[in-house]
Protein backbone atom coordinates (compact mmCIF):
# COMPACT_ATOMS: atom_id res chain seq x y z
CA UNK A 1 0.00 0.00 0.00
CA UNK A 2 2.86 2.26 0.48
CA UNK A 3 2.85 4.86 -2.25
CA UNK A 4 6.48 6.76 -1.66
CA UNK A 5 9.60 5.31 -2.90
CA UNK A 6 12.56 6.39 -0.57
CA UNK A 7 16.05 6.52 -2.29
CA UNK A 8 17.48 4.15 0.52
CA UNK A 9 15.07 1.49 0.55
CA UNK A 10 12.79 1.73 3.67
CA UNK A 11 11.32 4.74 5.06
CA UNK A 12 13.07 6.56 7.91
CA UNK A 13 11.39 5.31 11.56
CA UNK A 14 10.51 8.78 12.31
CA UNK A 15 8.04 11.37 10.75
CA UNK A 16 9.36 14.13 7.94
CA UNK A 17 8.34 17.19 7.01
CA UNK A 18 8.48 18.58 3.60
CA UNK A 19 12.08 20.31 5.04
CA UNK A 20 13.41 16.87 5.33
CA UNK A 21 13.36 15.44 2.54
CA UNK A 22 14.21 16.08 -1.67
CA UNK A 23 13.05 14.72 -4.86
CA UNK A 24 16.15 12.37 -6.75
CA UNK A 25 16.67 13.28 -10.17
CA UNK A 26 16.22 10.32 -12.31
CA UNK A 27 16.66 9.79 -16.22
CA UNK A 28 14.10 11.75 -18.03
CA UNK A 29 12.73 11.70 -21.73
CA UNK A 30 10.88 14.83 -20.96
CA UNK A 31 12.40 17.59 -23.41
CA UNK A 32 10.22 20.68 -22.12
CA UNK A 33 8.27 21.48 -18.84
CA UNK A 34 5.40 23.20 -21.10
CA UNK A 35 5.05 19.09 -22.00
CA UNK A 36 3.74 18.66 -18.47
CA UNK A 37 0.40 17.79 -17.80
CA UNK A 38 -0.80 19.15 -14.36
CA UNK A 39 -4.46 17.97 -14.25
CA UNK A 40 -6.23 16.33 -11.40
CA UNK A 41 -7.72 12.89 -11.68
CA UNK A 42 -9.38 13.66 -8.25
CA UNK A 43 -13.02 15.00 -9.86
CA UNK A 44 -12.21 18.40 -8.29
CA UNK A 45 -11.48 19.58 -12.36
CA UNK A 46 -8.40 21.53 -11.63
CA UNK A 47 -5.59 21.64 -14.66
CA UNK A 48 -2.97 22.53 -12.47
CA UNK A 49 -3.21 21.13 -8.78
CA UNK A 50 -3.45 24.13 -6.32
CA UNK A 51 -6.24 24.77 -4.38
CA UNK A 52 -7.07 27.78 -2.44
CA UNK A 53 -7.47 27.00 1.59
CA UNK A 54 -10.82 27.90 2.99
CA UNK A 55 -9.41 31.01 5.04
CA UNK A 56 -11.83 34.04 5.27
CA UNK A 57 -8.69 35.83 4.78
CA UNK A 58 -7.55 34.38 1.58
CA UNK A 59 -10.00 32.87 -0.01
CA UNK A 60 -12.83 35.00 -1.86
CA UNK A 61 -14.78 36.11 -5.30
CA UNK A 62 -11.47 37.69 -6.55
CA UNK A 63 -9.26 35.06 -5.30
CA UNK A 64 -11.82 32.38 -6.75
CA UNK A 65 -11.79 34.15 -9.97
CA UNK A 66 -8.16 34.25 -10.87
CA UNK A 67 -6.97 31.17 -9.73
CA UNK A 68 -9.82 29.70 -11.29
CA UNK A 69 -8.42 31.18 -14.65
CA UNK A 70 -5.51 30.07 -14.15
CA UNK A 71 -6.91 26.28 -13.40
CA UNK A 72 -7.02 26.05 -9.31
CA UNK A 73 -9.62 25.95 -7.16
CA UNK A 74 -10.47 28.15 -4.28
CA UNK A 75 -12.83 26.90 -1.53
CA UNK A 76 -15.40 29.54 -0.08
CA UNK A 77 -15.22 29.64 3.84
CA UNK A 78 -17.75 27.94 6.07
CA UNK A 79 -18.24 31.45 7.70
CA UNK A 80 -19.77 33.95 5.00
CA UNK A 81 -23.32 34.18 4.70
CA UNK A 82 -25.29 31.82 2.47
CA UNK A 83 -26.50 34.25 0.34
CA UNK A 84 -23.29 35.95 0.38
CA UNK A 85 -22.09 32.80 -1.33
CA UNK A 86 -24.54 32.09 -3.85
CA UNK A 87 -24.04 36.10 -4.90
CA UNK A 88 -20.17 34.69 -5.09
CA UNK A 89 -20.61 31.51 -7.16
CA UNK A 90 -22.89 33.57 -9.44
CA UNK A 91 -20.38 36.25 -9.75
CA UNK A 92 -17.43 33.53 -10.54
CA UNK A 93 -19.43 31.51 -12.99
CA UNK A 94 -20.24 34.79 -15.05
CA UNK A 95 -16.46 36.08 -15.25
CA UNK A 96 -14.58 35.32 -18.54
CA UNK A 97 -11.77 32.44 -19.03
CA UNK A 98 -9.78 34.84 -20.85
CA UNK A 99 -10.17 38.35 -19.80
CA UNK A 100 -10.02 39.82 -16.33
CA UNK A 101 -12.78 41.75 -14.36
CA UNK A 102 -11.78 45.26 -14.79
CA UNK A 103 -11.73 47.89 -12.34
CA UNK A 104 -14.55 50.71 -13.40
CA UNK A 105 -15.02 54.44 -12.07
CA UNK A 106 -16.64 57.09 -13.93
CA UNK A 107 -14.84 60.65 -14.92
CA UNK A 108 -15.97 62.22 -12.38
CA UNK A 109 -14.80 60.01 -10.03
CA UNK A 110 -11.94 60.90 -7.98
CA UNK A 111 -8.47 60.13 -7.25
CA UNK A 112 -9.04 58.97 -4.07
CA UNK A 113 -11.70 56.18 -5.04
CA UNK A 114 -9.47 55.17 -7.78
CA UNK A 115 -6.73 55.11 -4.84
CA UNK A 116 -9.30 52.71 -3.08
CA UNK A 117 -9.96 50.44 -5.76
CA UNK A 118 -6.33 49.80 -7.47
CA UNK A 119 -5.02 47.34 -4.91
CA UNK A 120 -8.02 45.21 -5.43
CA UNK A 121 -6.27 43.89 -9.03
CA UNK A 122 -2.35 43.09 -9.73
CA UNK A 123 -2.88 44.82 -12.89
CA UNK A 124 -3.06 48.10 -11.45
CA UNK A 125 -5.57 50.14 -13.51
CA UNK A 126 -8.89 51.28 -13.50
CA UNK A 127 -10.81 51.55 -16.44
CA UNK A 128 -12.90 54.87 -17.08
CA UNK A 129 -16.25 54.77 -18.67
CA UNK A 130 -19.02 56.17 -20.13
CA UNK A 131 -22.11 54.41 -21.27
CA UNK A 132 -20.52 51.22 -20.61
CA UNK A 133 -17.62 52.25 -23.14
CA UNK A 134 -14.05 52.91 -22.42
CA UNK A 135 -12.87 56.63 -22.20
CA UNK A 136 -9.63 56.41 -20.36
CA UNK A 137 -7.18 54.23 -17.82
CA UNK A 138 -5.80 55.69 -15.01
CA UNK A 139 -2.78 53.75 -13.30
CA UNK A 140 -0.56 54.83 -10.25
CA UNK A 141 1.79 56.71 -12.20
CA UNK A 142 -1.07 59.32 -13.23
CA UNK A 143 -2.11 60.79 -9.70
CA UNK A 144 1.24 61.52 -8.14
CA UNK A 145 1.13 65.07 -8.32
CA UNK A 146 -2.56 65.56 -7.63
CA UNK A 147 -5.17 65.35 -4.72
CA UNK A 148 -7.20 62.45 -3.57
CA UNK A 149 -10.53 64.91 -4.68
CA UNK A 150 -9.50 65.56 -8.67
CA UNK A 151 -11.84 64.18 -10.81
CA UNK A 152 -10.43 61.50 -13.05
CA UNK A 153 -11.43 62.87 -16.42
CA UNK A 154 -8.36 65.25 -15.45
CA UNK A 155 -5.20 62.47 -14.82
CA UNK A 156 -6.40 59.61 -17.24
CA UNK A 157 -4.89 58.67 -20.01
CA UNK A 158 -7.27 58.75 -22.91
CA UNK A 159 -4.69 57.89 -26.03
CA UNK A 160 -6.49 53.95 -25.25
CA UNK A 161 -5.36 51.10 -26.92
CA UNK A 162 -8.26 48.67 -27.09
CA UNK A 163 -8.25 45.12 -27.98
CA UNK A 164 -11.36 43.41 -30.05
CA UNK A 165 -13.22 40.58 -28.16
CA UNK A 166 -12.19 36.98 -29.51
CA UNK A 167 -8.40 38.56 -29.92
CA UNK A 168 -5.93 35.55 -29.67
CA UNK A 169 -3.13 35.96 -26.75
CA UNK A 170 -0.64 36.15 -29.14
CA UNK A 171 -1.84 39.04 -31.51
CA UNK A 172 -2.86 40.79 -27.88
CA UNK A 173 0.33 40.37 -27.06
CA UNK A 174 1.99 41.56 -29.78
CA UNK A 175 -0.56 44.94 -30.20
CA UNK A 176 0.29 45.69 -26.72
CA UNK A 177 4.07 45.27 -26.77
CA UNK A 178 3.90 46.66 -30.56
CA UNK A 179 2.29 50.15 -28.59
CA UNK A 180 4.29 50.02 -25.60
CA UNK A 181 1.19 49.99 -23.64
CA UNK A 182 1.23 47.43 -20.94
CA UNK A 183 -2.55 46.36 -20.26
CA UNK A 184 -5.39 47.30 -22.68
CA UNK A 185 -9.59 47.22 -22.41
CA UNK A 186 -11.10 44.56 -24.64
CA UNK A 187 -14.80 45.45 -26.22
CA UNK A 188 -17.39 44.04 -28.21
CA UNK A 189 -18.48 45.01 -31.75
CA UNK A 190 -20.87 47.85 -30.11
CA UNK A 191 -17.14 48.89 -28.18
CA UNK A 192 -19.02 47.63 -24.40
CA UNK A 193 -16.25 47.02 -22.19
CA UNK A 194 -15.82 43.08 -21.70
CA UNK A 195 -12.81 43.03 -19.83
CA UNK A 196 -9.07 43.61 -19.44
CA UNK A 197 -5.79 42.00 -20.72
CA UNK A 198 -2.11 42.86 -19.83
CA UNK A 199 0.58 41.78 -21.86
CA UNK A 200 1.55 39.15 -19.10
CA UNK A 201 -2.38 37.60 -19.07
CA UNK A 202 -2.21 36.81 -22.71
CA UNK A 203 1.09 34.93 -22.11
CA UNK A 204 -0.45 32.99 -19.15
CA UNK A 205 -3.96 32.57 -21.10
CA UNK A 206 -1.57 30.51 -23.97
CA UNK A 207 0.12 28.34 -21.16
CA UNK A 208 -2.61 27.90 -18.50
CA UNK A 209 -5.84 26.10 -19.30
CA UNK A 210 -8.85 27.40 -16.97
CA UNK A 211 -10.75 24.94 -14.56
CA UNK A 212 -14.58 25.07 -15.89
CA UNK A 213 -17.93 22.59 -15.26
CA UNK A 214 -19.52 20.91 -17.89
CA UNK A 215 -21.32 24.55 -18.84
CA UNK A 216 -17.99 26.13 -19.62
CA UNK A 217 -17.96 28.45 -16.26
CA UNK A 218 -14.98 28.73 -13.93
CA UNK A 219 -15.08 26.46 -10.79
CA UNK A 220 -15.87 26.84 -7.36
CA UNK A 221 -16.21 25.25 -4.06
CA UNK A 222 -17.35 26.16 -0.80
CA UNK A 223 -17.44 25.24 3.02
CA UNK A 224 -19.16 24.29 5.49
CA UNK A 225 -18.90 23.11 8.83
CA UNK A 226 -20.01 20.18 11.50
CA UNK A 227 -22.19 22.15 13.72
CA UNK A 228 -26.06 22.91 12.91
CA UNK A 229 -28.25 21.53 10.60
CA UNK A 230 -25.64 20.06 8.39
CA UNK A 231 -27.96 18.64 5.72
CA UNK A 232 -29.64 22.27 5.10
CA UNK A 233 -26.87 23.98 4.63
CA UNK A 234 -25.29 21.38 2.18
CA UNK A 235 -28.40 21.63 0.42
CA UNK A 236 -28.30 25.28 -0.17
CA UNK A 237 -24.58 25.63 -0.61
CA UNK A 238 -25.64 22.68 -3.70
CA UNK A 239 -28.19 24.66 -5.02
CA UNK A 240 -25.67 27.61 -5.44
CA UNK A 241 -24.20 25.40 -7.82
CA UNK A 242 -20.66 25.22 -6.21
CA UNK A 243 -18.71 22.17 -8.17
CA UNK A 244 -16.71 20.98 -4.77
CA UNK A 245 -18.87 20.76 -1.05
CA UNK A 246 -16.24 20.88 1.60
CA UNK A 247 -16.77 19.48 4.58
CA UNK A 248 -14.53 21.38 7.66
CA UNK A 249 -13.54 20.38 11.04
CA UNK A 250 -9.97 21.00 12.39
CA UNK A 251 -9.96 17.54 13.69
CA UNK A 252 -11.74 15.59 11.49
CA UNK A 253 -11.87 12.26 12.95
CA UNK A 254 -14.90 12.17 15.30
CA UNK A 255 -18.16 11.25 15.31
CA UNK A 256 -19.74 14.99 14.36
CA UNK A 257 -18.11 14.64 11.26
CA UNK A 258 -18.70 11.51 10.14
CA UNK A 259 -22.21 11.81 11.05
CA UNK A 260 -21.92 14.93 9.01
CA UNK A 261 -20.42 13.16 6.32
CA UNK A 262 -23.82 10.91 5.95
CA UNK A 263 -25.89 13.48 6.27
CA UNK A 264 -24.08 14.96 3.27
CA UNK A 265 -23.86 11.94 1.47
CA UNK A 266 -27.38 11.03 1.76
CA UNK A 267 -28.60 13.98 -0.26
CA UNK A 268 -26.52 12.11 -3.24
CA UNK A 269 -24.86 15.38 -4.47
CA UNK A 270 -23.14 15.17 -8.16
CA UNK A 271 -20.10 17.11 -6.49
CA UNK A 272 -17.38 15.58 -4.92
CA UNK A 273 -17.55 15.95 -1.23
CA UNK A 274 -13.87 16.60 0.65
CA UNK A 275 -13.98 15.93 4.33
CA UNK A 276 -11.05 16.97 6.92
CA UNK A 277 -9.18 17.31 8.40
CA UNK A 278 -6.94 14.14 9.51
CA UNK A 279 -3.58 12.69 9.76
CA UNK A 280 -3.70 8.89 9.89
CA UNK A 281 -4.84 5.92 7.62
CA UNK A 282 -7.55 5.30 9.90
CA UNK A 283 -8.84 8.62 10.15
CA UNK A 284 -9.22 8.34 5.75
CA UNK A 285 -10.78 4.56 5.81
CA UNK A 286 -13.78 6.08 8.22
CA UNK A 287 -13.99 9.84 6.19
CA UNK A 288 -14.17 7.44 3.15
CA UNK A 289 -16.63 4.87 4.85
CA UNK A 290 -19.15 8.08 5.54
CA UNK A 291 -19.08 9.15 2.17
CA UNK A 292 -15.75 11.64 1.44
CA UNK A 293 -14.30 11.99 -1.84
CA UNK A 294 -11.51 13.31 -1.39
CA UNK A 295 -10.00 13.69 1.95
CA UNK A 296 -7.87 16.77 3.54
CA UNK A 297 -4.57 15.85 5.14
CA UNK A 298 -2.83 18.27 7.71
CA UNK A 299 -3.25 18.89 11.85
CA UNK A 300 -1.06 21.68 12.82
CA UNK A 301 1.06 22.66 9.66
CA UNK A 302 -0.52 25.90 8.66
CA UNK A 303 1.43 29.23 9.59
CA UNK A 304 -1.85 30.86 11.06
CA UNK A 305 -2.16 27.30 13.36
CA UNK A 306 -0.84 26.84 17.04
CA UNK A 307 -2.34 23.56 17.01
CA UNK A 308 0.79 21.67 18.17
CA UNK A 309 1.81 24.51 20.44
CA UNK A 310 -1.19 24.47 22.19
CA UNK A 311 -1.71 20.92 22.58
CA UNK A 312 1.06 18.62 21.23
CA UNK A 313 -1.20 17.43 18.84
CA UNK A 314 -0.56 16.83 14.98
CA UNK A 315 2.00 15.28 12.90
CA UNK A 316 4.70 15.94 10.80
CA UNK A 317 3.10 17.19 6.91
CA UNK A 318 4.91 14.65 4.09
CA UNK A 319 4.71 11.54 6.19
CA UNK A 320 1.06 12.01 7.22
CA UNK A 321 -0.06 12.74 3.12
CA UNK A 322 2.12 10.17 2.40
CA UNK A 323 0.70 7.56 4.92
CA UNK A 324 -3.21 9.08 4.09
CA UNK A 325 -2.29 9.12 0.41
CA UNK A 326 -1.53 5.55 0.72
CA UNK A 327 -5.06 4.15 2.50
CA UNK A 328 -7.12 6.93 -0.04
CA UNK A 329 -5.67 4.99 -3.07
CA UNK A 330 -6.00 1.66 -1.91
CA UNK A 331 -9.96 2.63 -1.09
CA UNK A 332 -10.30 4.38 -4.40
CA UNK A 333 -10.30 7.75 -3.35
CA UNK A 334 -7.59 10.62 -2.82
CA UNK A 335 -6.31 13.29 -0.65
CA UNK A 336 -5.42 16.74 -0.48
CA UNK A 337 -2.48 18.22 1.26
CA UNK A 338 -3.85 21.24 3.47
CA UNK A 339 -0.92 22.87 5.20
CA UNK A 340 2.71 23.23 5.36
CA UNK A 341 3.51 25.19 1.94
CA UNK A 342 5.74 28.11 1.71
CA UNK A 343 7.57 27.20 -1.11
CA UNK A 344 7.05 25.76 -4.80
CA UNK A 345 9.39 22.58 -3.57
CA UNK A 346 6.60 21.76 -1.15
CA UNK A 347 4.02 21.59 -3.63
CA UNK A 348 5.75 18.98 -5.22
CA UNK A 349 6.76 17.29 -2.70
CA UNK A 350 3.31 17.22 -1.31
CA UNK A 351 2.49 15.57 -5.21
CA UNK A 352 5.26 13.04 -4.77
CA UNK A 353 4.04 11.71 -1.44
CA UNK A 354 0.57 10.98 -3.37
CA UNK A 355 -1.59 14.41 -3.25
CA UNK A 356 -3.82 14.95 -5.96
CA UNK A 357 -4.22 18.86 -5.13
CA UNK A 358 -2.31 21.01 -2.78
CA UNK A 359 -4.03 23.75 -0.64
CA UNK A 360 -2.50 27.00 -0.01
CA UNK A 361 -3.42 29.43 2.68
CA UNK A 362 -1.51 32.28 4.20
CA UNK A 363 1.08 32.35 1.32
CA UNK A 364 -1.72 33.51 -0.59
CA UNK A 365 -3.31 35.82 1.57
CA UNK A 366 -0.18 38.27 1.03
CA UNK A 367 -1.69 39.07 -2.70
CA UNK A 368 -3.61 41.54 -4.32
CA UNK A 369 -6.40 39.15 -4.68
CA UNK A 370 -7.06 38.07 -1.43
CA UNK A 371 -9.93 39.70 0.27
CA UNK A 372 -8.52 42.12 3.11
CA UNK A 373 -7.26 45.87 2.41
CA UNK A 374 -3.77 46.26 1.49
CA UNK A 375 -1.87 48.47 4.34
CA UNK A 376 1.10 49.70 4.36
CA UNK A 377 4.12 49.67 7.21
CA UNK A 378 6.08 52.47 8.76
CA UNK A 379 8.82 51.63 5.95
CA UNK A 380 6.46 51.84 3.22
CA UNK A 381 5.45 48.14 2.93
CA UNK A 382 2.41 46.82 1.52
CA UNK A 383 0.94 43.82 3.97
CA UNK A 384 -2.45 42.39 4.38
CA UNK A 385 -3.55 40.94 8.16
CA UNK A 386 -4.31 37.46 7.74
CA UNK A 387 -6.03 34.90 10.50
CA UNK A 388 -6.18 31.78 11.55
CA UNK A 389 -9.73 29.56 11.14
CA UNK A 390 -9.22 28.50 14.74
CA UNK A 391 -8.22 31.98 16.29
CA UNK A 392 -10.38 34.12 18.83
CA UNK A 393 -11.22 36.19 15.96
CA UNK A 394 -12.25 33.21 13.59
CA UNK A 395 -14.36 32.11 16.43
CA UNK A 396 -16.36 35.33 16.56
CA UNK A 397 -17.10 35.62 13.45
CA UNK A 398 -18.25 32.16 13.16
CA UNK A 399 -20.37 32.69 16.61
CA UNK A 400 -22.11 35.85 15.23
CA UNK A 401 -25.59 34.88 16.01
CA UNK A 402 -25.26 33.30 19.64
CA UNK A 403 -25.23 35.44 22.70
CA UNK A 404 -22.42 37.85 24.11
CA UNK A 405 -22.00 35.16 26.69
CA UNK A 406 -21.33 32.33 24.84
CA UNK A 407 -19.41 33.95 22.30
CA UNK A 408 -17.11 35.23 25.05
CA UNK A 409 -16.95 32.00 26.37
CA UNK A 410 -15.50 30.17 23.27
CA UNK A 411 -13.19 32.98 22.68
CA UNK A 412 -11.16 32.43 25.93
CA UNK A 413 -9.79 29.57 24.01
CA UNK A 414 -7.82 29.15 20.56
CA UNK A 415 -5.60 27.44 18.24
CA UNK A 416 -4.61 29.90 15.81
CA UNK A 417 -2.99 33.50 15.22
CA UNK A 418 -5.52 36.14 15.40
CA UNK A 419 -3.39 39.17 13.56
CA UNK A 420 -0.66 38.57 11.57
CA UNK A 421 0.81 40.79 8.64
CA UNK A 422 1.14 38.90 5.08
CA UNK A 423 3.69 41.01 3.28
CA UNK A 424 3.15 41.35 -0.01
CA UNK A 425 6.07 40.45 -2.78
CA UNK A 426 6.85 43.31 -4.59
CA UNK A 427 8.19 41.13 -7.67
CA UNK A 428 5.16 38.73 -6.89
CA UNK A 429 2.46 40.91 -5.63
CA UNK A 430 -0.30 39.39 -7.49
CA UNK A 431 -1.72 35.36 -6.80
CA UNK A 432 -1.23 34.47 -10.43
CA UNK A 433 2.70 35.67 -9.95
CA UNK A 434 2.84 33.09 -6.83
CA UNK A 435 1.08 30.54 -9.25
CA UNK A 436 3.52 31.36 -12.26
CA UNK A 437 6.36 30.06 -9.30
CA UNK A 438 4.28 27.05 -8.36
CA UNK A 439 3.85 25.61 -11.62
CA UNK A 440 7.16 26.31 -12.98
CA UNK A 441 8.66 24.44 -9.81
CA UNK A 442 6.09 20.99 -10.42
CA UNK A 443 6.77 21.32 -13.85
CA UNK A 444 10.42 21.07 -13.39
CA UNK A 445 10.38 18.83 -10.88
CA UNK A 446 8.26 16.50 -13.16
CA UNK A 447 11.29 17.00 -15.64
CA UNK A 448 13.37 15.78 -13.06
CA UNK A 449 11.45 12.82 -12.14
CA UNK A 450 11.21 11.93 -16.19
CA UNK A 451 6.97 12.18 -15.64
CA UNK A 452 4.45 14.18 -17.53
CA UNK A 453 1.49 13.75 -15.86
CA UNK A 454 0.90 13.75 -12.38
CA UNK A 455 -0.01 10.71 -12.05
CA UNK A 456 3.89 9.67 -13.56
CA UNK A 457 5.57 11.93 -11.03
CA UNK A 458 3.85 9.98 -8.11
CA UNK A 459 4.77 6.74 -9.76
CA UNK A 460 8.44 7.96 -10.98
CA UNK A 461 8.84 10.41 -7.47
CA UNK A 462 12.45 8.82 -5.74
CA UNK A 463 12.68 10.68 -2.60
CA UNK A 464 15.40 11.29 -0.01
CA UNK A 465 15.53 12.18 3.07
CA UNK A 466 18.30 15.16 3.96
CA UNK A 467 19.08 16.69 7.47
CA UNK A 468 19.38 20.73 8.28
CA UNK A 469 22.58 21.51 6.92
CA UNK A 470 21.44 19.74 3.34
CA UNK A 471 17.90 21.83 3.43
CA UNK A 472 19.83 24.79 4.07
CA UNK A 473 22.41 24.13 1.16
CA UNK A 474 19.96 23.89 -1.10
CA UNK A 475 18.83 27.68 -0.59
CA UNK A 476 19.74 30.29 -3.35
CA UNK A 477 22.11 33.46 -1.54
CA UNK A 478 20.55 36.74 -2.39
CA UNK A 479 23.59 38.95 -1.26
CA UNK A 480 27.69 37.91 -0.86
CA UNK A 481 28.70 35.96 2.08
Not at 282 to 306: F, H, S, Y
Not at 348 to 372: C, D, H, K, Q, R
Amino acid sequence: MEVVRFQLGDPPDHDLTYSDVFLVPNRSTVGSRLDVDLAAADGSGTTIPVVVANMTAVAGRRMAETVARRGGLAVIPQDIPADVVADVVSWVKARHLVYDTPVTLAPTSTVGEALALLPKRSHGAVIIVRDDRPVGVVTEADYGAVDRFTQLHEVMSDELLTLPEGVSPREAFDRLHGSRHRLAPVVDAEGRLLGILTRTAALRSAIYQPAVDDRGQLRVAAAIGINGDVTSKAAALLATGVDLIVIDAAHGHQEKMLAALRAVAGLAPAVPIVAGNVVTREGVRDLVDAGADIVKVGVGPGAMCTTRMMTGVGRPQFSAVADCAAQARALGRHVWADGGIRHPRDVALALAAGASNVMIGSWFAGTYESPGDVQRDADGRLYKVSFGMASSRAVQLRTAEETPFDRARKGLFEEGVSTSRMYLDPQRPGVEDLIDAIVAGVRSASSYVGARTLAEFRERAVVGVQSVAGYDEGMALHVSW
